[in-house]
């Protein structure tokens, strides 16, 4: 089922250190992680301080994760917060072919500025090493992420932006589904106090607050354009 070697922040990090050693880039860098991403760069961060400038988060997913799984609703969490799921159910269309087949999209707009690889990145949610990769991230990938940036206290004391959705959005849209208010607050509770932790050491911060409830860089990545040249301004 899921990869025997699940992929972490610890293998991430050191490849993306292999491969910028390749590449000959010395820094300092911006590094900007999106959802599971921000894990990664919270680990690369933690062992290659010297090397950052600052960091760039997107709707991150953090250390707080388990507190869904402790606070909220099961199926609700199985169904609107993790993402294992969707994954396993992408990795089987894309294994016969539907994805490419029936020109599935994981959005339903897309920036004008994006528009030109509109092709490649329909190609790139077609392939199956995608979700079966993704899987192992999200599953015990995760897991095995927060165990070790937790034990490590990988704390980011760079620069920090985050960008994420505002809680009135998100109210909005699982207000759609019919779900329970009460849940629903203890989700952008959740939510608010994993990003309160994730800048509390840093003593350059910000939080910028989106309209997009997912997506971002597909959506909006002029926003995300904009905090990378503010970061590169300090």
Known sequence: EELQRP???MKIARELYALLKI???KGPIILVGQSIGALYAQHYTHLHPNQIK???LINPITVDYPLFRKKVH???VANFISQ???FSFARFLSSYGLIRLLNIRPYEKMSPSLQSI???LISHYSSQKIYTTAFSEYGRGLSRSIKKLTSIKAHIKHPITVITTK????RKNLLTYK???KEIEKIIKIRAHAIKNLTIYSQTKKVIYSNESKYLHIYEPDVIIKAIKGMIRL
């Not at 809680?167 to 998100?170: A, D, E, L, M, S």
Request: proline share 8%; aromatic share 4%.
């Open 54 to 56: 600052g960091v760039l």
């Open 118 to 120: 509109e092709g490649d």
């Open 23 to 25: 590449e000959k880039i």
């Open 167 to 170: 809680p009135t959005v998100i």
């Open 74 to 76: 099961g199926a609700i």
């Open 7 to 9: 992929r972490t922040s």
């Open 84 to 86: 294992k799921s969707r």
């Open 179 to 181: 779900l329970p208010y």
